[in-house]
Nanobody, 113 residues
Framework: QLQASGGGLVQAGGSLRLSCATSGSFFSRSVMGWYRQAPGKQRELVATITTGGSTNYADSVKGRFTISRDNAKNTVYLEMNSLKPEDTGVYYC?????????WGQGTQVTVSS
């Protein structure tokens, strides 16, 4: 089970930190990721982090967003800075464990101009 939190309404240029807490013993062995879905658009990858800590980002968020994980707390984070209106959407936490995908319920991020 994945529980995302930390979304909200912020002005352009502001910051938010998303958290995704997981239950179960699979976290430390999972590739964790954040995805987002804007109204009327498909869900897209934002960032991923491997079990070894290697990260990957969508070009649109490079240099502004940082993904990290705390295996002791079974939690993955997404630090979002310099937010833009186009970052608005529902952000979903994902765990990929041995090829199986698990999704959280999503948290709304709204960036006003």
């Amino acid at each position: 089970q994945l529980q995302a939190s930390g979304g909200g309404l912020v002005q352009a240029g502001g910051s938010l930190r998303l958290s995704c807490a997981t239950s179960g013993s699979f976290f430390s062995r999972s590739v964790m990721g954040w995805y987002r879905q804007a109204p009327g658009k498909q869900r897209e990858l934002v960032a991923t982090i491997t079990t070894g800590g290697s990260t990957n980002y969508a070009d649109s968020v490079k240099g502004r967003f940082t993904i990290s994980r705390d295996n002791a707390k079974n939690t993955v984070y997404l630090e979002m800075n310099s937010l833009k209106p186009e970052d608005t959407g529902v952000y979903y936490c994902n765990a990929n464990f041995l090829g199986a995908n698990f999704w959280g319920q999503g948290t709304q991020v709204t960036v006003s101009s």
